[in-house]
């Protein structure tokens, strides 16, 4: 059994599942009404070798789990009752905040390669992290995920801060929550901005299933 422990980094409590010394590190942030340990089991079965830290979002969410910025539960509900949404014109209050908590828990990690993504609205906050902030890392996983505060990206993109970065982008066809439309939204946005895409869709909704866990695995390796 891979080795598994909880530490705090950058203020931030995170699941570490993996050996400490390990030249690999992948960082990887669950949904709204997520919790790091819906996610951290999936680590010990892949077998990279990586060290995978699966940190916990700062705010309760409800009725359960945690989330990196706000988002009211009932009027959320309401609004997936319509279909599924697109998040690219919405403009989070404490997304600022939520960016500089993700930088800080990034500054804090060192090793020879680094993987950085999240699931959803992890996804969301990642993918709108490295846009703003140049920082190196060897691949990026964006798993049912979607742009966020789209109209403020254009001086990022320009700027190529994700120009030959490897991106990986996953959805599924009949996602209840976030349209399969924005995914493709953010992995065409991605590759016309010099990304190195790669792209997985899947037939069920919003998760991450068997064949998106191998693509991570491959990726990483």
Known sequence: MTV?????????????????NADTVVVLLHGFQMEPADLAPFAHSLGTGARFLFPEAPLA?????RAWWHIDAAQRDAAIAKGPRDFAVQHPPDLPAARARLNALLDAIVAPRVFVGGFSQGGMLVCDTLLRTPRKVDGVL?????RIAFSEW??????????????????GKTDPDLAFSTGIALRDQLDAAGARVTWVE???????P???????RKFVR
């Open 4 to 20: 598994e422990e909880t530490i705090e980094l950058a203020g931030l409590r995170v699941i570490a599942v993996g050996d400490a």
């Open 154 to 171: 254009g001086p990022f993109l320009e700027a190529g801060n994700l120009r030959d970065v490897r991106v990986l982008v996953s959805h």
């Open 202 to 208: 899947f037939e069920s909704g919003h998760e991450i």
């Open 61 to 65: 969410a409800q009725p359960r789990g």
């Open 142 to 146: 964006l798993l049912s995920a979607s």
């Open 210 to 216: 068997l064949v998106v866990w191998r693509a991570i």
